[in-house]
């Protein structure tokens, strides 16, 4: 594999965070700014609904809660004047969104870093329309009865949209949006009790589901051999069978989005 680096020293970015009442309006704030959102700046929505955890902010303590995540790459002020209007969408209860050492990033979304177990389930959307926004407010809103602990929803395209000039195996550059949806087993329970949660939400998005997967966007729920083998173009997995029959024939390293071998049959 090949990198190359360049020097990214501060951003503009972190969290704005609204009450679960307001789930429709930020989600339509959200699809109606990412339309015009220019290349530089990163965008994803995560709808909250965790346990009424001591160390969470009162407004999160089983509560359904919207977060929406921001990292701009340029100065603040014009960092400040592209998110404005997501600000507008409805009234926030916590604003984290500063210049920020890139050092600091993995504070946008401050991911808690202890293991535990969870049931996952990824898709990659073409689009997202009035009609999705309203089909994922449904299967979290305050009135469901899901289990599902977060939605998470990202905004591609931009560069991600332009094949590379070099060859490559990612393909879905199609995509608008990847999203997942994650429960968290509780304490005392099995996880095989938790295997369909989540499969309510790539249901009621299946009108605006992209064909293809993405290697990056797959769990352990999702990545079956069909699952594993929508990510990639039917020449490039015979081409990674081929590779993978001359240098691990017999599928030792298989605990992992699997290609099976080529056996040439």
């Known amino acids: ?66 977060s929406l995540r921001v990292s701009y790459m340029g100065d603040a002020d014009t960092g400040k004047r592209l998110t404005d209007p997501l600000r507008k969408a409805a009234p926030v209860l916590l604003d984290t969104v500063a210049e920020i050492p890139y050092a600091q990033f993995d504070s946008i979304t401050n991911d808690p870093t202890d293991p535990a177990p969870a049931v996952e389930y990824f898709g ?11 089909a994922i407010a449904d299967v979290v809103g305050r009135n469901s009865d899901s289990r599902l602990n977060i939605v998470d929803i990202r905004h591609l395209q931009g560069a991600f949209s332009r094949p590379p000039t070099f060859p490559h195996a990612v393909g879905a550059r199609d995509a608008a949006f990847a999203f997942f949806g994650l429960t968290v087993v509780p304490p005392g329970h099995e996880v095989v009790d938790y295997l369909d949660s989540g499969r309510e939400l790539t249901k009621a998005l299946s009108p605006w589901l992209c064909d293809n997967a993405h290697p990056s966007f797959l769990g352990r729920a999702d990545a079956t051999e069909s699952g ?31 290609i099976l071998p080529d056996t040439g049959v």
């Open 1 to 66: 594999m090949e990198f190359a680096l360049f020097p990214v020293t501060r951003l503009y970015a972190g969290c704005l965070f609204y009450s679960g009442e307001h789930t429709r309006d930020v989600l339509e704030a959200y699809r109606q700014f990412t339309k015009s959102a220019p290349e530089e700046i990163t965008t994803g929505v995560a709808l909250l609904n965790l346990p009424p955890l001591p160390h969470l902010p009162p407004f999160m303590q089983g509560k359904l809660a919207v």
């Open 124 to 134: 990659l959307l073409r689009e997202l329309t009035p009609e999705a926004v309203h």
């Open 228 to 258: 594993t083998r929508r990510t990639y173009d039917p020449d490039t997995y015979r081409s990674l069978q081929a590779v993978k029959a001359k240098y691990d024939p017999h599928n030792v390293f298989r605990t992992n989005l699997n």
